[in-house]
Nanobody, 125 residues
């Protein structure tokens, strides 16, 4: 059974940094694309960042470019999201996602068929 477990969320002040992690289990994820999405209260889930199977191609939403960095460690079945210069509008539940049929860094949520339970990130002003 495929399982994605996020960790590392929390409360941080505006301008601060946070790193969220996603541990994958149940399958070998090295050939899968991985992504991060987020959902703020009252809003739809939105794309944040994605990384291809090899880790050498990434895509970012315009609102996080230059501030967030996605990376992966296939040996550990893990994906990370380093978030710098955080803003109050980054407050959301952050979800890790895995795409079993896609190896490219897809920006669309329908490419991802496995999701974690989410981790809360709160940025105070």
């Amino acid at each position: 059974q495929v399982q994605l477990v996020e960790s590392g969320g929390g409360l941080v002040q505006s301008g601060g940094s946070l790193r969220v992690s996603c541990a994958a289990s149940g399958r070998t994820f090295s050939s899968w694309a991985m992504g991060w999405f987020r959902q703020a209260p009252g809003k739809e889930r939105e794309f944040v960042a994605a990384i291809n199977w090899r880790g050498d191609t990434t895509n970012y939403a315009a609102f996080v470019k230059g501030r967030f960095t996605i990376s992966r460690d296939n040996a550990k079945n893990a994906v990370y999201l380093q978030m710098n210069s955080l803003k109050p509008e980054d407050t959301a539940v952050y979800y890790c996602a895995a795409a079993s049929k896609e190896s490219r860094a897809s920006m669309t949520n329908y490419a991802y068929d496995y999701w974690g339970q989410g981790t809360q990130v709160t940025v105070s002003s």
